[in-house]
């Protein structure tokens, strides 16, 4: 019998009791109508999974009891792996996030380029960060992770490009001369930047060369903004991560 994963931000403690936050409770009781007793899996970044089962099932209140700790543990990354990203438009941006969670990302950062046809004012910004919290920890249920990946404050490129550049990164950009496979092997973390709809600009382009990012081309094809991220993901996680 499937047992459905939940994440909630507080303590777990085998043997103790816990109120869910109303997100998870409507989920457990209105969308799939688990009753008390109904056997869940409870994790809050960790590292580990805790068995559960519901107790109190009411409009009021949902409860769980915390039965055991799980082991083994979730294993540190391979590789730890930041996605910089330029925002692109609501469905393609939270789908890229989305698999980039599925497929291993420590970090993410959303970034503001030129050719952003998203406009985010600061006070949208928190609302769209809460959004892609979410998705990231939805992304987290399904796949299994415990531990939940970082999500860094909206920033300019041209602002965060210089935090970045004694550490360098990959660039993804149809036009480089080199393919993934022709850089060196990262010693323990990688940074992929990538720019939103359209790409970045060539200025842009000369910026993140400048603060050491490499181009990097993935085969002959030119990706959607969505794709790309994801493609080079799969094939970091395949030359250097935990897909070996």
Partial sequence: MQQHRIYTHQTLQPGTALTLEEGPARHLTQVLRLKSGAEIILFNGDGHDYSAHLDEVSRRRTSAIVEQRLEPAEPPAALLIHLAI??????????????????????????????????????????????????????????????????????????WLPSRATQGGILLDHRAEHALHELATPADQVTLLIGPEGGLSAEERKLAAANGFNGVRMGPRVMRTETAPLAAIAAIQTLWGDFR
């Fill in 86 to 159: 330029g925002i692109s438009k609501g469905e393609r941006m939270d789908f890229a996030i989305q698999k980039a969670v599925e497929l291993g990302v420590t970090d993410i950062t959303p970034l503001i380029t030129e050719r952003c046809m998203v406009r985010l004012p600061s006070d949208r910004q928190e609302k769209r960060l809460q959004h892609w919290q979410q998705v990231i920890i939805a992304a987290c249920e399904q796949s299994g992770r415990r531990y939940i990946p970082t999500l860094n404050p909206v920033m300019s490129l041209t602002d």
